[in-house]
């Protein structure tokens, strides 16, 4: 008789994870359950820090037992700080946006867990992400979720082709959240009812990421000058890591009766420059590090998404250093440090860190 096929669920203690082991194990897979520990001494109280926290921990041994599959803890604790966390902080002192959850996927799961996954024999690696995986003749395709609303193939945009051939989505082909719920009560999982996680995993301080930041980089709040596009001091800010790009908040300032929104932040002169709404629209990101596909074309027209929660628009891509996508339509707010992502249809065709923006309305 074949070996069964060996795959490593990263199980992070939510609903979505635990129903990918529970449809694994019902495939008759021989499924072994892992989880990151990645949880920090410094929050405040680590059982109820999000994902792959303490509690979450308990919450996916209970999960593993009711599926009556081996289960393990690795501890990822300081590379996740030093590639995650630390990133994080210099992003923010930089000026810059982050999204941790993408460099989470880069750097841990899809690379030290990764790893770990062929260490331990295992065939493949299992996530509770929304979003598909296909293989044709050129290649494996990164596709969106069938569930759209649920989609998380932005998330995941950097993996490679070796990876692609070695990773599941399961969830992906379901029709939404409401289905992962009714397959987790049909399967008796002790998490069917469980919330989501919202927060940042790493930050459970009082206050949010902020707080977070002031403990960890209080260099980046040293006081300094608001500005206009023509350099006139409008007013004071309270610390560059307190402003992203079309942030209104924390502004409190208007001009001629009209709000004014973030346009840059200038670490390096300690400034934060902002503008009118209108001043917020550009036509061109441009971004780096471009992690692309079989399926990627030069000059394509393609469907791009400069943040998780907007919706895919019309553009097209143009290679040079650093590469460019001019936007059918101006897009809103373009934050350096977060990702941008581009899809022919539903597939993904390439992506990489925003860096900067140009044109305008």
């Not at 980046?220 to 000058?225: E, M, N, T, Y």
């Amino acid at each position: 008789m074949p070996r069964r096929q060996r795959i490593l669920v990263a199980m992070s203690g939510g609903v979505d994870s635990s129903v990918v082991a529970g449809l694994l194990v019902r495939r008759g897979l021989d499924v072994v359950g892992v989880t990151m520990q990645i949880w920090q001494e410094s929050q405040t109280d680590p059982r109820h820090a999000g994902c792959c926290s303490l509690g979450a921990v308990e919450d996916a041994r209970r999960v593993a037992a009711s599926l009556g599959i081996p289960y393990y803890v690795i501890n990822f604790k300081e590379e996740f700080r030093q590639s995650v966390i630390e990133h994080f902080l210099d992003e923010y002192e930089r000026g810059r946006t982050p999204n941790p959850c993408v460099e989470c996927n880069r750097t841990v799961k899809f690379d030290l867990l990764w790893q770990k996954m062929k260490e331990i024999g295992c065939d493949k690696i299992a996530t509770g992400h929304y979003a598909r995986i296909r293989k044709d003749r050129r290649g494996f395709r990164l596709m969106r979720a069938r569930a759209v609303e649920k989609d998380q193939s932005y998330a995941v945009y950097m993996l490679s082709q070796e990876q692609l051939a070695q990773t599941m989505f399961p969830l992906g082909e379901l029709s939404g959240k409401a289905e992962t719920r009714r397959i987790a009560r049909e399967l008796g999982l002790p998490v069917a009812d469980k919330p989501d996680s919202q927060e940042i995993c790493f930050v459970s301080e009082a206050g949010g990421y902020t707080e977070f930041l002031k403990k960890s980089r209080p260099s980046a709040f040293v006081k300094g000058d608001i500005v206009d596009v023509d350099g006139t001091k409008l007013g004071e800010h309270d610390g560059v890591a307190n402003y992203t790009v079309g942030q209104r908040k924390r502004i409190r300032l208007n001009l001629d009766g009209r709000p004014l929104y973030v346009l840059r932040v200038e670490p390096a002169a300690n400034r934060v420059v902002v503008g009118r709404d209108e001043d917020l629209a550009k036509t061109t990101v441009l971004f780096e590090n471009v992690v692309d596909s079989p399926y990627y074309r030069r000059d394509a027209r393609v469907a791009g998404k400069i943040r998780s929660t907007m919706p895919p628009a019309p553009a097209t891509l143009r290679e040079g250093s650093p590469n460019r996508a001019d936007f059918a339509k101006p897009v809103r707010a373009v934050a350096p440090g977060q990702t941008a992502v581009f899809y022919a249809g539903a597939t993904v065709v390439a992506g990489g860190p925003i860096v900067g923006a140009e044109g305008a309305a």
